[in-house]
């Protein structure tokens, strides 16, 4: 997409903050300043991001021009290798700037709870919920985040009756964000004895992950049960009531945990998720009262849209929100996602900048 005019007014706005930031009166509100400063460094990693890109498309010009003439076989052999080494320095830069233009959601740089829960699909929808947690765990491996299982519950077959975790690093919600939504597999289950090929369907819900000042919660606000902790299949795990289950009265939002041996320990994890789904809630609120302003709904992160099916006979992985696909699902089974996910985030970000450039 051509974004030069958007470009354009992004050199003014940065000139203009240029300015601001040369006056000496800035330094009066500390707050005010480094916001702006912050600002100033995304602008100007942005341009020179974008004039290298530009730099790259005017070489890759004059080299095939250059192919239209007459020259040495040997010289045109090297022009060809840097042809196609411009094409792919291109392909990632494109993708980049797509993901540098615009300002960074509020939520990119927190860290992430994910909630991984089977829907449809019985003992197999379990299954899968196993696979996608070690899925999503080998991709925070290969990121550097940390990991943190928060709650997990195992049914009878050795799947998962639901499993909350917690991300932690760099830009974890801005890689995790658009996986909220139904996961549907389709493949042979290990328990089908006949070889028939099953569809179930997982749900996956990323929570940004809140802290006490973003969601104030009051004491009376809450109701608090305490249980006892159970395994699979209702097998008592626990001769204590250390399993805590806390209810938000305004909202009704109820969050459970059991994962610890500690009552004191499982009320700080559902306290933790419950803040969590709270600002959730608060922040798909926002965004409602200007659903009606866009063109598409396209990657809200609903988790009740299905977004994604991973069809083993195929080897094939398909989004369905911005028809993205990759043809190995082995390697993505284990972890190997992340130019994958690049690809949506660029694909989502594409929407959102012929919005805002249609809304101009």
């Not at 890109?53 to 010009?61: G, T």
């Not at 192919?67 to 840097?82: N, W, Y």
């Amino acid at each position: 997409m051509d974004i030069s005019s958007l470009i354009v007014r992004i050199r003014e706005t940065f000139a203009d903050i240029e300015n601001q930031l040369a006056e000496p009166s800035i330094f009066a509100d500390r707050q005010n300043y480094e916001e702006i400063s912050r600002e100033h460094q995304r602008l100007s990693k942005l341009l020179k991001h974008y004039d290298q890109l530009m730099k790259f498309r005017i070489e890759l010009d004059e080299n095939e021009k250059m192919l239209t003439e007459e020259i040495d076989p040997e010289f045109k052999e090297v022009i060809t290798v840097d042809i196609k080494e411009l094409h792919e320095k291109i392909t990632v830069y494109d993708r980049k700037l797509l993901n540098l233009v615009l300002p960074p959601n509020e939520n990119d740089s927190r860290n992430t709870i994910v909630e991984i829960r089977p829907a449809a699909g019985g003992d197999e929808a379990g299954l899968f919920c196993g696979d996608l947690l070690r899925m999503y765990s080998k991709f925070a491996e290969r990121k550097g985040w940390r990991t943190e299982i928060l709650d997990l519950s195992e049914n009878a077959v050795g799947g998962l009756r639901e499993v909350a975790f917690s991300l932690t690093g760099e830009n974890v919600f801005r890689f995790m964000k658009l996986e909220s939504g139904v996961h549907r597999v389709q493949r042979v289950p290990t328990t089908e004895s006949a070889g028939r090929i099953h569809t179930s369907t997982v749900t996956v819900a990323v929570l940004p992950e809140a802290k006490e000042v973003d969601v104030k919660i009051s004491p009376e606000e809450l109701r608090i049960d305490v249980f006892r902790s159970s395994g699979p299949g209702g097998q008592s795990v626990n001769t204590t009531d250390s399993a805590v289950r806390v209810t938000h009265l305004p909202t009704g939002i109820t969050v459970a945990s059991q994962q610890e041996k500690s009552q004191h320990r499982n009320k700080e994890i559902a306290m933790r998720i419950l803040r969590s789904r709270i600002l959730e809630e608060k922040q798909r609120a926002e965004k409602q009262k200007h659903a009606a302003q866009r063109r598409s709904q396209i990657g809200t992160g609903d988790r009740s849209e299905r977004i994604r099916t991973y069809n083993f006979p195929q080897n094939r992985v398909t989004d369905h929100r911005f028809n993205v696909s990759n043809h190995n699902l082995p390697e993505t089974m284990e972890g190997d996602i992340e130019a994958f996910i690049e690809e949506l985030i660029a694909s989502d970000t594409t929407r959102q900048l012929e919005e805002k450039l249609d809304a101009k």
